[in-house]
């Protein structure tokens, strides 16, 4: 079931980027991995300011699903 889910996203997903992309008035931009980490560096003091109050298990768990389908 899993698998079937993910290969319906990813068709949906490609659809829609086709649809959105191609609209004359949207652009979408895949960030190069420098990019990304330069999102993540100025994202930073945000993030140690609220791990706090949010639980750092609960940020942890959330990052661990991010890195699982970000690859």
């Keep these: 079931m899993i698998v079937y889910e993910r290969e319906l996203s990813a068709s949906n997903e490609a659809e ?15 960030l ?3 990019e990304r980490q330069a999102f993540r560096d100025a994202a ?10 949010i639980g750092e298990d609960l ?3 959330v990052d661990e699903i991010n890195a699982k389908y970000m690859k």
Excluded: C, Q, S
């Design 59 to 61: 940020v942890n768990k």
């Design 16 to 30: 829609l980027e086709e649809k959105i992309g191609n609209n004359g008035t949207n652009v979408i931009i895949t």
């Design 44 to 53: 930073e003091p945000v993030y140690d300011k609220y791990v706090p109050g």
């Design 32 to 34: 190069t991995d420098e």
